[in-house]
T-cell receptor, first 114, second 112 residues
Framework: KQEVTQIPAALSVPEGENLVLNCSFT??????LQWFRQDPGKGLTSLLL?????REQTSGRLNASLDKSSGRSTLYIAASQPGDSATYLC?????????????FGKGTKLSVKP | SQTIHQWPATLVQPVGSPLSLECTVE??????LYWYRQAAGRGLQLLFY??????ISSEVPQNLSASRPQDRQFILSSKKLLLSDSGFYLC???????????FGPGTRLTVT
């Protein structure tokens, strides 16, 4: 059974700091991995999608890496800003699983202090 | 560009009452559609997905059902709500499983 864990559960950093969010998964047979952000009471915003054949994806100040063999992904946020404050979720889609069945972690709640 | 809508935004319903949540997508055709639930203290869980009109697959046994009467419309229903149905319901769409899933704004359901 695929399980996704995100550590830490919460993180508080001063503005301008670079930071790394971690995601681990128990079954390396994944189709892809996706990072999202969720603002309080809102839906999810897709940040990055990494296919199983890829090692990393970049978008602006965000860089996500994927190491399937070790069951890990990291989301690197450069020069953090107060507007980055949100809960960050990672999700994997398992090979052989139902189409589009993303297995989510419980998220890391990020707070960037001005 | 594509947009996804959900309504209502919030809903408070008594136990035993019926439920109908609606999701519509604009700007794309034949999308894959998904219903997720985010319960307090728990992660997001896939409830239903659909790859076409009238094609619904359920991931977990439950008190809910889904329908897709039109290409870009996805409806989540219940005949009799339970307290355990409370949660944040999110609809999502994707081109196919190789592409990102895009989520709607969600519906907060409280069953009293």
């Amino acid at each position: 059974k695929q399980e996704v864990t995100q550590i830490p559960a919460a993180l508080s950093v001063p503005e301008g700091e670079n930071l790394v969010l971690n995601c681990s998964f128990t079954d390396s047979a994944i189709y892809n991995l996706q990072w999202f952000r969720q603002d309080p009471g809102k839906g999810l915003t897709s940040l990055l999608l990494i296919q199983s054949s890829q090692r990393e994806q970049t978008s602006g100040r965000l860089n996500a890496s994927l190491d399937k063999s070790s069951g890990r992904s990291t989301l690197y946020i450069a020069a953090s800003q107060p507007g980055d404050s949100a809960t960050y979720l990672c999700a994997v889609e398992r090979y052989g699983g139902s189409q589009g069945n993303l297995i989510f972690g419980k998220g890391t709640k990020l707070s960037v202090k001005p | 560009s594509q947009t996804i809508h959900q309504w209502p935004a919030t809903l408070v319903q008594p136990v035993g009452s019926p439920l109908s949540l609606e999701c519509t997508v604009e700007g794309t055709s034949n999308p894959n559609l998904y219903w997720y639930r985010q319960a307090a203290g728990r992660g997001l869980q896939l409830l239903f997905y659909s790859v076409g009109i009238g094609q619904i697959s359920s991931e977990v046994p439950q008190n809910l059902s889904a329908s897709r009467p039109q290409d870009r419309q996805f409806i989540l229903s219940s005949k009799k709500l339970l307290l355990s149905d409370s949660g944040f319901y999110l609809c999502a769409w994707s081109v196919d499983r190789a592409h990102e899933q895009y989520f709607g704004p969600g519906t907060r359901l409280t069953v009293t």
